[in-house]
Nanobody, 119 residues
Framework: QVQLVESGGGLVAAGDSLRLSCAAS????????MGWFRQAPGKERGVVAT????????YYADSVKGRFTISRVNAKNTVYLQMNNLKPEDTAVYYC????????????WGQGTQVTVSS
């Protein structure tokens, strides 16, 4: 059972930066693909960025390409989301999720951290 704890959210102004962190309890963290998702009020949760277990492959939603960077440090059981040039439309609850090797679905989720970007 993987437990995920996000941190780093907050209230910022448009154009500012934030770095989200997600700490995992699992010692075999390196065997999980990781992802960041977000859900804005009245909208469905959607993918923001993902990173493979071996840090080789990454994926970004079109809306964040060039502004957000996902990274991981397996030795620290942590995945990060660096968010630059934040926009009001980035306002959402951000969730960290883990996908075991060989599985298609993200089966483990954190509790979420709020990011609010003021205009």
């Amino acid at each position: 059972q993987v437990q995920l704890v996000e941190s780093g959210g907050g209230l910022v102004a448009a154009g500012d930066s934030l770095r989200l962190s997600c700490a995992a309890s699992e010692r075999t963290f390196g065997r999980y693909g990781m992802g960041w998702f977000r859900q804005a009020p009245g909208k469905e949760r959607g993918v923001v960025a993902t990173i493979s277990w071996n840090d080789v492959n990454t994926y970004y939603a079109d809306s964040v390409k060039g502004r957000f960077t996902i990274s991981r440090v397996n030795a620290k059981n942590t995945v990060y989301l660096q968010m630059n040039n934040l926009k009001p439309e980035d306002t959402a609850v951000y969730y960290c999720a883990a996908r075991p090797l060989g599985r298609f679905a993200y089966g483990y989720w954190g509790q979420g951290t709020q990011v609010t970007v003021s205009s």
